[in-house]
């Protein structure tokens, strides 16, 4: 894959790209240097790299350092354009469907809601079997609130907004320095970074699925180990670089 951090701009999704999947969200583990080695590759970049997460900001920060990147959160409900800079945060899921949800979440074992104001994420990673029954009483919660979407993941359901995606994200980061007139690249491993896929194929630029095809994916990494010798790969001087 001939990426070049002098002409490309890089959005990298989090859990199941950059890191591994673990039982529950804050039990996932970053490898120690990878924070560095993503910052080295932005410098490369001019800045162009941006961490696009259904993680709140808060969450990617507390993982990857506070306000040390570029990020979409929330899928792009919360972004900050620039390491450093203030974020733009879209307006908060209704708090009545919020509590609705998280109290339809516990009536079932093993799932909880993850409140992510902007967004709801109901995990049944623990609980596999309960996914069918699951999403048919969010759907029922749901109901008839227009502009609401329930979006699968990995063990996950997320209730979110509709319109806010992790394409809109990448429009919104390409529109403005240092990341307009860099051709994008997106690597992400879910159904929800197939918005990236589309907005960075419709830019020209570059899609790379992770451990399994997806839809407007150029190419495949394995597993985020790839992932994460291929951010290394990038962010080293160009003399340091096997050919
Ligand atoms: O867009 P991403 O950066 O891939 O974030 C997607 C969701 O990631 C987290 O949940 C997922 O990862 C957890 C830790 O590995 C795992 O336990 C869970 O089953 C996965 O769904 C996060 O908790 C969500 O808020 C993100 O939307």
């Given at each position: 894959m001939a990426l070049d951090p002098g002409t490309h701009a890089f959005f990298l999704d989090v859990d199941g790209t950059l890191i591994d999947i673990a039982?529950?969200?804050?039990?996932v583990v970053v490898p120690p240097g990878l924070s560095d080695t993503l910052m080295a590759l932005a410098e490369r970049a001019d800045g162009a790299l941006a961490l696009v997460s259904g993680r709140s900001l808060a969450s990617l920060d507390a993982l990857f350092g506070a306000d040390r990147f570029a990020a979409a959160g929330v899928h792009g409900a919360d972004?900050?354009?620039?390491?450093?800079g203030p974020s733009h945060p879209a307006p908060a899921l209704d708090e009545d469907l919020r509590v609705a949800l998280r109290a339809a979440s516990a009536a079932f074992e093993g799932v909880f809601a993850e409140d992510k104001v902007h967004a709801v994420a109901i995990h049944y990673r623990a609980s596999p079997e309960v996914a069918p029954a699951l999403s048919r009483v969010l759907t029922e919660v749901v109901g008839?609130?227009?502009g609401i979407e329930i979006m699968p993941g990995h063990c996950v359901f997320e209730v979110r907004q509709a319109g806010i995606d992790k394409g809109a994200a990448v429009d919104r980061f390409m529109a403005?320095?240092?990341?307009?007139g860099r051709r994008p690249v997106f690597i992400g491993d879910d159904v929800t970074d197939e918005a990236g896929f589309r907005a960075v194929n419709q830019a020209g630029g570059i899609a790379v699925a992770v451990g399994a095809p997806r839809d407007g994916a150029h190419t495949i990494l394995p597993d985020p180990r790839a992932v994460r010798a291929l951010i290394t790969h990038l962010a080293a001087e160009p003399r340091q670089r096997r050919r």
């Open positions: 039982e529950r969200p804050e039990a972004i900050r354009l620039a390491a450093g008839q609130r227009r403005s320095p240092p990341f307009a």
